[in-house]
């Protein structure tokens, strides 16, 4: 709390969709299946979150049709009436614009499910989904995941892809990417990109982590890095705790990214949780604690300006 004022948040990342698709009997406004839900959202003032259409679950299977599921099922109960609004062009990321109910964006984790059709990615535009994620964890007909052994980079297809949503407006998301098309695409994308939801590998060595020359390379791009509570990309070993998120905007800070940084929780793709982040409500609880360690233009940058920034700057125009 800053005087009579909570902090406002952007969280680029979470998984609430998938478990809506699959459970019809949810209720997104206060639902405690979910760690996401308009309640948490209010609570921790979160007033931009990103809804990821998740399809690993039909990894190698996955149809346009399981996408088209999701976008319906984000209109039906999270945009519906009385919930959030819906943010699709760059006009609407505005700094006055995210007051309750808060808004939400659509992004695709895996491009699985666009068959390697691109006519399907330009209909996936046009229905509002505003941010790619290239892969999951392992190899599609776009690139390798970083799961992926052979660490290849992108297919020809992929590269095509890649034009494509340089000219489209469509954002560009690393997380999950091998690093061998991680590095590709910082060659062949003429835009900046982010990654929504990863850690520092200096700080926590697993795979999913960004080394420190990716680190540097996205920040030397202006994209974003959006860190994520997921346990075990906080700590290698032990329960993670909240304060163990300032290793993490330490050494981002240290590489020079204290511009580039912002946060993607991950809530609802994960089992465990990190102690006092369990849901989006407690976002204000994570901001009271960093601004007991760092300045509060600092902080107001990372939860929430420096997203809003890289929106209103990389989101296509409405007037096309």
Known sequence: ?????????????????????????????????????????????????????????????????DILGQIECFHQKVTGPGGLQWLRWKEEAQE??????????????????????????????ELGVRCLGITWNY??????????????????????????CNGSGMLLDVSHLAPAGFWELLELSTRP???SHS??????????????????????????????????????????????????????????????LMFGSDFDGIEAWVEGLEHPGQYAEFAEMLLKYYPEADVRGWLYENALGFLREQLPSSGG
Not at 41 to 49: C, H, I, K, W
Not at 139 to 164: M, Q, S, Y
Request: hydrophobic residues 40%; proline residues 3%; glycine residues 12%.
């Open 199 to 260: 850690n520092c590998a200096a700080v926590c060595s697993h795979p999913r982590n960004l080394s420190d020359e990716q680190l540097k390379a996205l920040i030397a791009k202006d994209g974003r890095i959006g860190l994520t509570f997921v346990p075990w990309f906080v700590r290698d070993e032990g329960a993670a705790r909240r304060e163990d998120m300032l290793r993490h905007i330490e050494h981002v800070c240290g590489l020079g990214g204290s511009g580039q």
């Open 1 to 65: 709390m800053v005087g009579n004022r909570r902090l406002k948040v952007a969280d680029f990342h979470c998984d609430a969709l998938s478990k809506l698709r699959a459970n019809p009997g949810i209720d997104f406004k206060n639902d405690p299946r979910l760690d996401v839900t308009a309640e948490r959202l209010t609570e921790g003032n979160v007033g931009l979150q990103v809804f990821a259409i998740y399809l690993s679950a039909v990894r190698g299977r996955a149809k346009f049709e």
């Open 139 to 164: 190899a599609n007909w776009a690139a390798d995941g970083v799961l992926e052994r052979r660490n290849g980079g992108f297919t020809e297809h992929g590269r095509k892809l890649i034009d494509w």
């Open 96 to 125: 006055g614009s995210f007051t309750a109910p808060a808004y939400g964006m659509l992004s695709l984790e895996g491009v699985d499910g666009l068959e390697g059709n691109l006519f399907y990615a330009q209909l996936c535009f």
């Open 193 to 195: 990109f982010i990654a």
